[in-house]
């Protein structure tokens, strides 16, 4: 019995340290886009901004909704600088004017229990967009190249390539 507490109060300790991990890295990230980011139209109507793996985030720290087929197509990665057009009928378009250095991960595709996917690397976990694993009818299971960005930490990737499926 006392072992299984001590295995207890480890995994404790370690979701403690990821948790810390995780909430550093977003602070890192946060100040990153802080730097990259401005406002370029005169009329306000082209916004650049910096995608984080979801959404595009504009100089004013407003969230833009990136529609998650674009992000997946484009193979979009978070840091990447899109630029923001709200045309008068207030439709947006998206342009990825400046893509992050890539590097390409292997991992394996996982559901959690909240329904989100991530893909499980040797160096840590990544979550990627649903619209990307549709589009590759990926499976848990399955082994995916993803890409990340090369110099900066993050918490989103996106998915390459489907490299193998489980049966």
Same mark, same amino acid.
């Given at each position: #019995?006392?072992? =299984? &507490? =001590?295995?207890?109060?480890?995994?404790?300790?370690?979701?403690?340290?990821?948790?810390? +991990? !995780?909430?550093?890295?977003?602070?890192?990230?946060?100040?990153?886009?802080?730097?990259? @980011? &401005?406002?370029?139209?005169?009329?306000?109507? $082209?916004?650049?901004? *910096?995608?984080?793996?979801?959404? #595009?985030?504009?100089?004013?720290?407003?969230?833009?909704?990136?529609?998650?087929?674009?992000?997946?197509?484009?193979?979009?990665?978070?840091?990447?600088?899109?630029?923001?057009? +709200?045309?008068?009928?207030?439709?947006?378009?998206?342009?990825? +004017?400046?893509? *992050?250095? !890539?590097? /390409?991960?292997?991992? $394996?595709?996982?559901?959690?229990?909240?329904?989100?996917? $991530?893909?499980?690397?040797?160096? #840590?976990?990544?979550? *990627?967009?649903?619209?990307? *694993?549709?589009?590759?009818?990926? &499976?848990?299971?399955?082994?995916? @190249? +993803?890409?990340?960005? =090369? /110099?900066?930490?993050?918490?989103?990737?996106?998915?390459?390539?489907?490299?193998?499926? @489980?049966?």
């Amino acid at each position: #019995m006392p072992a =299984e &507490k =001590e295995l207890e109060k480890v995994k404790q300790l370690l979701d403690l340290a990821e948790l810390s +991990i !995780r909430q550093a890295k977003s602070v890192l990230f946060d100040a990153e886009i802080g730097a990259k @980011t &401005k406002l370029l139209a005169s009329d306000g109507k $082209i916004i650049e901004g *910096v995608f984080n793996g979801e959404n #595009m985030i504009g100089p004013d720290k407003k969230y833009y909704p990136v529609p998650a087929n674009y992000a997946s197509k484009s193979k979009l990665v978070s840091g990447d600088i899109l630029k923001l057009t +709200i045309l008068e009928d207030g439709t947006f378009l998206y342009k990825q +004017i400046g893509p *992050v250095k !890539r590097k /390409k991960i292997l991992g $394996i595709l996982e559901k959690t229990s909240s329904g989100k996917f $991530i893909v499980k690397t040797d160096e #840590m976990e990544f979550q *990627v967009l649903p619209a990307s *694993v549709t589009y590759f009818k990926a &499976k848990e299971g399955d082994k995916l @190249t +993803i890409l990340v960005p =090369e /110099k900066t930490v993050s918490e989103w990737a996106a998915v390459e390539n489907l490299v193998e499926a @489980t049966e």
